[in-house]
């Protein structure tokens, strides 16, 4: 079976702080697809990354950056210099092929970050 | 580029009374479309997915159904609503199936409350 944990649920911190969000999943399938999304209270999920299963290499973009380890399952996510801006649900997904299983995400249960001034 | 839309914003409706929650794509031909919803506990679950016109698979049994009568258009229904249909409701789309590990993107969603 799949699935994907996050269990943080909730992580405050001050600004400028580091945070790491941390994701880990389970799959039986070789390729696969991670993704994060950002939820803000507006309720909207943006789409912040996916990585494909067969690229373990990290990606950074701005203050945003993914480290993704096949190894140990997991693909987690660090905010340097955090903002209050960057308050918000954060969701880890797993997707299988649409062949496979439909396409869907499966979905973490999200961890709240809030960011005090 | 590519707009999700989604109608209404928020909705409050009586139990027993029925549903229609639209969601329509702009800029893309033969999306793959997918419902999900979204309850008080935060984790989100797929209801439907479409692959095609007329073309909709199930995820989870329950009273809510879902159509699909144009390439773009995807319609989420219920006749007879229950106080556990509550929640915020994502429609989402991603490349169709020739593209179909494509990332899926989210519309602004639909809050439902049933009293």
């Known amino acids: 079976a799949q699935k994907v944990t996050q269990a943080q649920t909730e992580i405050s911190v001050v600004e400028k702080e580091d945070v790491t969000l941390d994701c880990v999943y389970e799959t039986r399938d070789t390729t696969y697809y991670l993704f994060w999304y950002k939820q803000p209270p507006s309720g909207e999920l943006v789409f912040l990354i996916r990585?494909?299963?067969?690229?373990?290499q990290n990606e950074i973009s701005g203050r945003y950056s993914w480290n993704f380890q096949k190894s140990t399952s997991s693909f987690n996510f660090t905010i340097t210099a955090s903002q209050v801006v960057d308050s918000a649900v954060y969701f880890c997904?797993?997707?299988?092929?649409?062949?496979?299983?439909?396409?869907?995400?499966?979905f973490g249960q999200g961890t709240e970050l809030s960011v005090k001034p | 580029s590519q707009t999700i839309h989604q109608w209404p914003a928020t909705l409050v409706q009586p139990v027993g009374s029925p549903l229609s929650l639209e969601c329509t794509v702009e800029?893309?031909?033969?999306?793959?479309l997918y419902w999900y919803r979204q309850a008080a506990g935060r984790g989100l679950q797929l209801l439907f997915y479409?692959?095609?016109?007329?073309?909709i698979s199930s995820e989870v049994p329950q009273n809510l159904s879902a159509s699909r009568p144009q390439d773009r258009q995807f319609i989420l229904s219920s006749k007879k609503l229950l106080l556990s249909d509550s929640g915020f409701y994502l429609c989402a789309w991603s490349f169709g199936p020739s593209q179909s590990t494509d990332t899926q993107y989210f519309g602004p969603g639909t809050r439902l409350t049933v009293l």
């Open positions: 800029g893309t031909s033969n999306p793959n």
């Open positions: 479409s692959v095609g016109i007329g073309q």
């Open positions: 990585r494909n299963s067969f690229d373990e």
């Open positions: 997904a797993l997707k299988s092929p649409l062949y496979n299983q439909g396409g869907k995400l499966i």
